[in-house]
Structure formats: C-alpha cells, structure tokens
C-alpha cells in the first residue's frame, strides 16, 4: 500500500542552523512528491513539488528514488519558518495525495 | 481572489444527525477535492469531483457523499454521524490533475 512517513513529530532547531524534515515514501511506480506548509493560523499551502526542482524561500528537496525519500531542506533557518510541514505523494493514475503525518518546526531564537 | 472559501468554519453535531459542508473553488479551478484530517493526522482523501460528477473515492463508508454543481462548487454530506467523524474537513480545489492544489481553511466538525 502506498505509504509516506514523517519520522519527526516536532523538530526544534536554532535560528541559522540546518534544517533537514525526512520524508520517506511507499510506492513501487514513478511518484509525483509535494511539501505542503502550515503556518499558524493559516491555511495548508503549497511549498514545492519535485517535478518543478525549484527552491522556495530557500528550501529544496531531492527526491531520492533508491531511498525512497524526499527530505526537505534548507542551510540556514529562520523564525519565520516555523510551521507544519507534510509530506504529500501522488500516485500515477489517481488523483489523490496521500499526506504523512507532518513535522512540527519550531526555529528557536 | 478570495482563494477556495468553505462554509461554515466550524459546527457542533449530535450522534445521528446529517450534516452538509460547503465549498467554492479557487476561481479558474474546475476539480474540487475533499480530505478529512483527525487531529495530530494528515489530511485523508475522501473524494474528488470533476464535471459535476465523482471521479475518485477514498477509503470513506458510503455516508459520505457529495456533489458538485455547474459553478463547480461543491458540497459534502455526511448521514449518521458517529463521535469518530469530528475532524477538520478540508476543501481543495484545483485544475483537471492534482498538482497544485489550493486548500480552504476548513470547516471544524464536532460531533457530540
């Protein structure tokens, strides 16, 4: 069954550290993957999907075939970027996205 | 752009009752997409709609159901509710494939 798992409930890390929040997926064809954030207070948003290899306020994700992963990164966090994040999977021939769980990140002063 | 627009943001149920959620899409957006989310959970598929009709159902008892209308708006029902279905109930909407989905901000569920 297709599956995608965010390891990570919450991750704390300090203002200017990396940022890594792992994604790990289930699906045996050729997945379409997605970073969707939260902030607070706001409603779910689209961050970036891999199809499109962009950075979006400095995150980037790679996805990974062999590990079957799509971690979501950026060098050096910042305040703002506090939020839930989910991983999304799209699957070939449906329409729907299967969500992880999420990561909550909280970027400490 | 007012974005995708849900009504209401919240409602209070009893065991039992029927109840209908309410969705305007993004405007240029023809597929309007239902997902449920428990708490501490990720948003969970329930079903898409395009021209009107259910292109896709998630893994939801039939007392789900909806419709959507020429405008493409849309609308869920939810019969006999159970405590189990008090969640946050999330439209999304986008073009003809998923890619890029815009979501509203929810109707919250309580079912008492």
């Known amino acids: 069954a297709q599956r995608v798992t965010q390891p990570e409930k919450l991750l704390s890390v300090f203002k200017g550290a990396p940022v890594e929040l792992k994604c790990n997926y289930s699906y045996s064809g050729s997945p379409e993957l997605f970073w969707y954030v939260q902030y607070s207070r706001q409603r779910l948003q689209l961050l970036l999907r891999h199809i499109s290899r962009e950075s979006i306020k400095g995150f980037t994700a790679d996805l990974n075939k062999g590990e079957t992963s799509f971690h979501l990164k950026k060098p050096f966090a910042q305040e703002e970027d506090s939020a839930m994040y989910y991983c999304a999977l799209a699957t070939s021939g449906t329409y729907k996205y299967i969500f992880g769980t999420g990561t909550r990140l909280k970027v400490l002063a | 752009d007012a974005g995708v627009t849900q009504s209401p943001t919240h409602l209070i149920k009893t065991r039992g009752q029927q109840v209908t959620l309410r969705c305007s899409p993004k405007?240029?957006?023809?597929?309007v997409s239902w997902y449920q989310q428990a708490l501490g959970q990720g948003p969970q598929f329930i079903f898409q709609?395009?021209?009107?009709?259910?292109?896709q159902r998630g893994n939801f008892p039939d007392r789900f159901s909806g419709h959507q209308f020429p405008n493409y708006s849309s609308e869920l029902n939810v019969n006999a509710l159970l405590l189990g279905d008090s969640a946050l109930y999330l439209c999304a909407s986008s073009l003809l494939n998923p890619y890029g989905y815009t979501f509203g901000s929810g109707t919250r569920l309580t079912v008492v």
């Open positions: 709609y395009y021209e009107e009709e259910e292109r």
């Open positions: 405007s240029g957006h023809d597929t």
